[in-house]
């Protein structure tokens, strides 16, 4: 029965560590733009490096 108890109390413990994780990284900005650096590999910077 304790094990029970323990592996209900673990579980819930790695879901609020989850929940912290996911909080932390929108808030850090991680999840900003995540279309971007696709696109900005195909612009041509040839135009600022010739001048």
Do not use: C, T
């Not at 108890?5 to 560590?17: D, K, N, W």
């Not at 996911?22 to 279309?35: R, V």
């Amino acid at each position: 029965m304790w094990s029970l108890y323990f592996l209900i109390i673990i579980s819930i413990a790695m879901g609020i560590g989850a929940w912290l994780w996911f909080l932390w990284s929108i808030k850090s900005g991680q999840m900003d733009d995540p279309e971007g650096p696709k696109y900005r590999m195909l612009e041509d910077d040839d135009e600022e490096n010739s001048s």
